[in-house]
Each structure stands twice: as C-alpha cells, then as structure tokens.
C-alpha cells in the first residue's frame, strides 16, 4: 500500500496511521515526528527545523523533501509501500514527491483527505497528549490513556507538544489553508482523492478509512 493522509493539523492523521500500519504493515512516515526527534537530539537537522516548528510555520521545502527521498529511496520501504502522514503539505513537495515516485517507479493508491471542522481542531489540540517513544497520540477526554501519563501501547512517557499551544494551533491552521489546502484539488485531479468525514470517533473514522481503501485495492486487482 502506498498512500497520503492528508488533513489539517489535529485531524486524526497520526492516529489513523497507527491502525493503517497494523493493517497494511507499511511504513509510517511522518515528517513532524521525524523532525521532532531532531529536534529533542539537537541534531543538524533538528536545529534548522526548531524555529519554524516552534511559531507553527512550514520549514523549507529543500529539508523536508531531502528527507522524504531518503526514507522512500530505501529498500525495505520500497518493499513494504508507504503512509505519507503531514507531507506532502505544498505544491512544490507533491511535485517533487511525483518525480521521486516516478524515479522509483511507483504509484500512489490512494490520497485519504480527513475532512475536520476548525473548532474542533482545537479542541482536539488543546487536550492532546503523545507518547515520546512510539509518537502515539492520545486525548484527555475523547482517547484518554488506560494509565494518566503512560502510553498504553509501550509504557512510555506521554507529554504535551510545544507547538500544542492556542495562538500556534491558530497559526498552523492558517498555514494549513494557504499551503496545504490546494493539495485536495491537485489531487482530486489525479483521481486519487478519497474524502472521509473526521469527526466521528476514531473507530468509525477508521472503518470508513479500511472500507474506502478494500474498495479500491478490489479495483486494482480486478483491472
Ligand atoms: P505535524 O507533526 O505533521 O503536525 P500537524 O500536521 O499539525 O498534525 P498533528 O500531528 O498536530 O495532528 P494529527 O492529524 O496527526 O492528529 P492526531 O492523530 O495527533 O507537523 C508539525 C510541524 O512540523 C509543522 O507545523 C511544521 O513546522 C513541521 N512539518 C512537518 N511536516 C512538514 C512538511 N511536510 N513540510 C514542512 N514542514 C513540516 O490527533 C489529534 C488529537 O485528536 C489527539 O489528541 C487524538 O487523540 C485526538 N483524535 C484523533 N482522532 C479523533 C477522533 N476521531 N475523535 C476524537 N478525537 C480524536
Ligand atoms: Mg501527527
Ligand atoms: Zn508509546
């Protein structure tokens, strides 16, 4: 399976990525989580991205497809397919992602556009917690954890996000409907986009995700 989730900040794409890999056993690539661990190791990396990541702005095109391409390039991901979760999020990175795929001799199967109302990304946000060992996302009150401040999947610590804060929660959304939002209709024109209402539970989300993708993978197997 090689497909996008693609959805404002606090959609629900880390957390439908945990069960998609469960299903389909692809690689999650997740730019966020690979930039924060950068960031928590003071690495190269993680120092040109903390700036951008801290005022809730999308850090340069340039690093962040450098870094894709080295993750899909690698052999055992070409082997198992992909889950793209928080990229591509401009139009010059879905340019730059089709020509890598074109270079590898790849397609997309499918782009799964989580469709969420502002407010309740924000209510979403605001009560997140995440694990910082395996990333999983949980909420206080809508997906709280079995144990306060333990990750029911590892044992690991959660903690709250730095960027998990109002005023940059209101500044990602923004980013989010200038620079990512026109990727839905580029999409969409490629035949790939599969809308899919999210703001219903995370199991109901997740089945209309699971249904969605069967009806398309029949289609492939069938042509
Ligand atoms: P990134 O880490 O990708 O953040 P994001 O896109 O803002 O998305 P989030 O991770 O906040 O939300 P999510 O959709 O994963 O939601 P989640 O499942 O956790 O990026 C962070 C930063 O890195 C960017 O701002 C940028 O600086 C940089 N960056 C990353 N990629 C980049 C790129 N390609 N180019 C340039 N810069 C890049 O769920 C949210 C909460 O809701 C959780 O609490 C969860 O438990 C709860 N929840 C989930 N689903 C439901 C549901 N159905 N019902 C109720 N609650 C739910
Ligand atoms: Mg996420
Ligand atoms: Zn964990």
New binding site residues.
């Given amino acids: 399976m090689r497909m996008i989730l693609l959805?404002?900040?606090?959609?629900?794409?880390?957390?439908?990525?945990h069960y998609l890999v469960e299903k389909y056993g692809m690689y999650h690539l997740?730019?966020?989580?690979i930039?924060?661990e950068a960031k928590e190791a003071d690495s190269e990396l993680g120092r040109q991205?903390k700036a951008?990541?801290d005022k809730?702005?999308?850090?340069?095109?340039e690093i962040?497809i450098g870094l894709v391409r080295e993750k899909l390039q690698d052999p055992s991901v070409r082997l198992v397919g992909f889950l793209l979760?928080?990229?591509?999020?401009?139009l010059a990175?879905a340019k730059a992602l089709d020509e890598l795929l074109d270079e590898l001799d790849q397609e997309l199967v499918a782009v799964v556009n989580?469709e969420v109302q502002p407010v309740t990304i924000v209510e979403?946000?605001a009560?997140?917690?995440?694990c910082r060992e395996c990333k999983a996302?949980?909420?206080l009150e809508?997906?709280p954890p079995e144990t306060e401040g333990i990750c029911d999947y590892c044992g690991g610590e959660l903690y709250q996000?730095s960027?998990?804060q109002e005023e940059t929660i209101l500044r990602?959304l923004n980013?989010?409907q200038q620079q990512t939002e026109p990727l839905i209709t580029y999409y969409d024109q490629k035949g790939l986009l599969v809308n899919i209402d999210?703001?219903?539970?995370?199991e109901?989300?997740s089945e209309a995700i699971t249904k969605q993708l069967e009806e398309l993978t029949d289609k492939h197997d069938c042509a």
């Avoid at 959805?7 to 990525?17: F, S, V």
């Avoid at 997740?30 to 989580?33: L, R």
């Avoid at 979760?85 to 401009?90: A, E, K, L, Y």
């Avoid at 999210?198 to 995370?202: I, K, T």
Wanted: charged letters at 30%.
């Fill in positions: 959805g404002p900040p606090g959609a629900g794409k880390g957390t439908q990525a997740s730019t966020g989580d930039l924060r991205a951008y990541m809730g702005e999308l850090v340069p095109d962040v979760d928080g990229f591509p999020r401009t990175q989580l979403r946000l009560k997140r917690r995440v996302s949980f909420h809508f997906n996000r960027d998990d990602r980013v989010y999210g703001e219903r539970s995370v109901e989300v």
